[in-house]
């Protein structure tokens, strides 16, 4: 089993910044891309970044050129760095991890934005 640990959630006003950190342990060996989903009040959970295990970044629409993804391989762990934010960008954030196929979560971590 992988176990994900979310941290760095808050309550920011709008323009301001966040780092949410995401710690895996367990049997980690193996696992490949790693990622931040968030899910809104009433909405389908949706993918924010997703990093390879070489490091290769991919972006949805919405973060792209505000979000930065990143993950530190020897310390088993992955980063949001979140800038520029704005109200819509309020919702529970959950670190992903994929091993073999399968799909691990976090428990999730809240980001409020204020105007």
């Known amino acids: 089993q992988v176990q994900l640990v979310e941290s760095g959630g808050g309550l920011v006003q709008a323009g301001g910044s966040l780092r949410l950190s995401c710690a895996a342990s367990g049997r980690i060996s193996g696992l490949s891309a790693m990622g931040w989903y968030r899910q809104a009040p009433g909405k389908q959970r949706d993918w924010v970044a997703i990093?390879?295990?070489?490091?290769?970044?991919v972006y949805a629409d919405s973060v792209k050129g505000r979000f930065t993804i990143s993950r530190d391989n020897a310390k088993n762990m992955v980063f949001l760095q979140m800038d520029s934010l704005k109200p819509e960008d309020t919702a529970v954030y959950f670190c992903n991890a994929i091993k073999w196929g399968t799909d691990y979560w976090g428990q999730g971590t809240q980001v409020t934005v204020s105007s």
């Open positions: 990093i390879t295990a070489g490091s290769s970044t």
